[in-house]
Nanobody, 124 residues
Framework: QLHLVESGGGLVQPGGSLRLACVAS????????IGWFRQAPGKEREGVSCISASDGSTSYVDSVKGRFSISRDHAKNTVYLQMNSLNTEDTAVYSC?????????????????WGQGTQVSVAS
């Protein structure tokens, strides 16, 4: 069993930044690709970004390209999501997830383990 815990959410003004962290524990996670997802009230869950287990390659949904950056620290068992230039449309619960795959996807159905989520609110 892989256990994931997110942190770093909060309230920020438009244009501000937050860094989310996803800490993994339990079984070895080196072969798991990690994704960040978000769900806003009344909307479907959306794959925001992911990082591949094989080579660290990354992928982003168009709406966050150039603003968000995903990274992985194997020594700390942590994946980060740096979020810059936040706007009100980024308000959502953000969750990290792990899939047993060498190349990551942004499809939630492919993921095996999920964290509990952290709230990100962007408001003036």
């Amino acid at each position: 069993q892989l256990h994931l815990v997110e942190s770093g959410g909060g309230l920020v003004q438009p244009g501000g930044s937050l860094r989310l962290a996803c800490v993994a524990s339990g079984i070895p996670w080196d072969y798991y690709s990690i994704g960040w997802f978000r769900q806003a009230p009344g909307k479907e869950r959306e794959g925001v970004s992911c990082i591949s287990a094989s080579d660290g390659s990354t992928s982003y949904v168009d709406s966050v390209k150039g603003r968000f950056s995903i990274s992985r620290d194997h020594a700390k068992n942590t994946v980060y999501l740096q979020m810059n230039s936040l706007n009100t449309e980024d308000t959502a619960v953000y969750s990290c997830a792990a899939e047993r795959a060498s190349i990551c996807t942004k499809s939630a159905a492919e993921y095996d383990y999920w964290g509990q989520g952290t709230q990100v609110s962007v408001a003036s």
